[in-house]
């Protein structure tokens, strides 16, 4: 079945913690992306990539990281977490770079952080 | 800079009654647009895209959107609603060359029995 898949659906943690978000796609799709989700706020993207050690800055990148070491995985990093960056997170992906290219969503993840 | 905004945060409407969500984007050159569906607990899934074919586009579910380039809009539309049609609904719009998607705020759709 073609999927996303993000991994922990469901996170508690405290202040300045590591964290790692995983996400996986089993399309063989270049482009992947993370959004998080607030209230009212809509989708802001945080980081994305066009391809295999290929990776830019969405809109709200301060306080993550990502690598693209592999096609199908573009982990999330939250090196020390904060209280702000609690929210939903979404990793997609897609054939083509957006333009008019479908996205993928995965399930989301929900972080508190405390 | 493209924007795109989603008129209501809320809309309530009876089961079997129309549905209209509405979106506004800003550019002057017609751009794609899509529009996303958000069921309780899932993540998005594409609804329906316009991407300069017909201005009059047909998604899943029974959704529809017209492309209106006089009036910058892209409105959602389903003639009859259903309980399963509420969840939380997306526009979305990316200028052509440009790789970015530019997303409304949503609008959450309340069916009412």
Request: glycine share 8%.
């Amino acid at each position: 079945e073609a999927q996303v898949t993000q991994n922990p659906r469901y996170l508690i943690t405290v202040t300045g913690k590591k964290l790692t978000v995983t996400c996986s796609q089993n399309m063989n799709h270049e482009y992947m992306s993370w959004y998080r989700q607030d209230p009212g706020l809509g989708l802001r993207q945080i980081y994305y990539s066009m391809n295999v050690e290929v990776t830019d800055k969405g809109d709200v990148p301060e306080g993550y990281k990502v690598s693209r070491k592999e096609k199908r995985n573009f982990p999330l990093i939250l090196e020390s977490p904060s209280p702000n960056q609690t929210s939903l997170y979404f990793c997609a992906s897609s054939f083509f770079a957006g333009g008019d290219g479908e996205l993928f969503f995965g399930e989301g993840s929900r972080l508190t952080v405390l | 800079a493209q924007s795109v905004t989603q008129l209501g945060s809320h809309v309530s409407v009876s089961e079997g009654a129309l549905v209209l969500l509405r979106c506004n984007y800003s550019s002057s050159v017609p751009p794609y647009l899509f529009w996303y569906v958000q069921y309780p607990n899932q993540g998005l899934q594409l609804l329906l895209k316009y991407t300069s074919a017909a201005t009059l586009v047909k998604g899943i579910n029974g959704f529809e959107a017209e492309f209106k380039k006089s009036e910058t809009s892209f409105h959602l539309t389903k003639p009859s609603a259903h309980m399963s049609d509420a969840a939380e609904y997306f526009c979305a719009v990316s200028d052509r060359g440009n790789y970015q998607l530019i997303w409304g705020a949503g609008t959450k759709l309340i069916i009412k029995p």
